[in-house]
């Protein structure tokens, strides 16, 4: 069965400092990956999606960047993060070609102070 | 994508059927309905999907109006562990990559 691994579950991060988290997918090949954030209060957002190794497509400009390494890794990265980076991240994965199915990670509550 | 209206919240009865409805007026002919629920701090969890006829599944009924313009969740007992926020998302499978999630229903099951 697919399972879909998430990192840190909890993160307080100084201003300025360096930012990656982690998440890695287990049991598909070829998945499509998402970074989606939700803000207090707020709504999912979609800031990064991948088709596959190396290609990565911003939904958002901002301070975040994203990466595929490898087929089933996707990495959240910031150099410096800002206050506003708070929030709650997730990482999806579907099946190409499929928008039904989305699976979701466990999620990281990021605290920027 | 076409855009969707649901209700801000609504409460329910815990075991009476909970009714969720959606607006989505400009509904193309190869959109589909999707229906993802967020309970409180989890992920968003696939729940159902629909083209133009109704579909069943263990979690939930999906009734799509015949001119598909407006479709309805049903859970037909809820509990208290369906308390979510509920997202009614309409996309084309073929030309959209990504789900776009608005704002939702934030359903409460009452005790």
């Known amino acids: 069965s697919q399972t879909i691994h998430q990192w840190p579950a909890t993160l307080v991060q100084p201003v300025g400092s360096p930012l990656s988290l982690e998440c890695t997918v287990e049991?598909?090949?070829?998945?499509?990956l998402y970074w989606y954030r939700q803000a207090a209060g707020r709504g999912l957002q979609l800031l990064f999606y991948s088709v596959g190794i190396g290609q990565i497509s911003s939904e958002v400009p901002q301070n975040l960047s994203a990466s595929r390494p490898q087929d089933r890794q996707f990495i959240l990265s910031s150099k410096k993060l800002l206050l506003s980076d708070s929030g709650f991240y997730l990482c999806?994965?579907?099946?190409?070609?499929?928008?039904?199915?989305?699976?979701f990670g466990s999620g990281t509550r990021l605290t920027v102070v | 994508d076409a855009k969707t209206t649901q209700p801000t919240s609504m409460d329910c009865a815990e075991g009476r059927a909970a009714n969720l409805p959606c607006n989505h007026s400009t509904i193309s002919g190869n959109e589909y309905v999707y229906w993802y629920r967020q309970i409180h701090s989890q992920g968003p969890q696939y729940i159902i999907h629909g083209l133009k006829n109704n579909e069943t599944n263990e979690m939930a009924s999906l009734i799509i109006t015949e001119d598909r313009k407006s479709s309805t969740l049903i859970l037909p007992h809820a509990t208290l562990r369906d308390t979510a926020v509920y997202y009614c998302i309409v996309t084309s499978s073929g030309s959209a990559r990504q789900l776009t999630f608005g704002s939702g229903t934030q359903l409460t099951v009452l005790p």
């Open positions: 049991g598909t090949s070829n998945p499509n």
């Open positions: 999806a994965w579907s099946v190409r070609g499929r928008l039904w199915g989305y699976t």
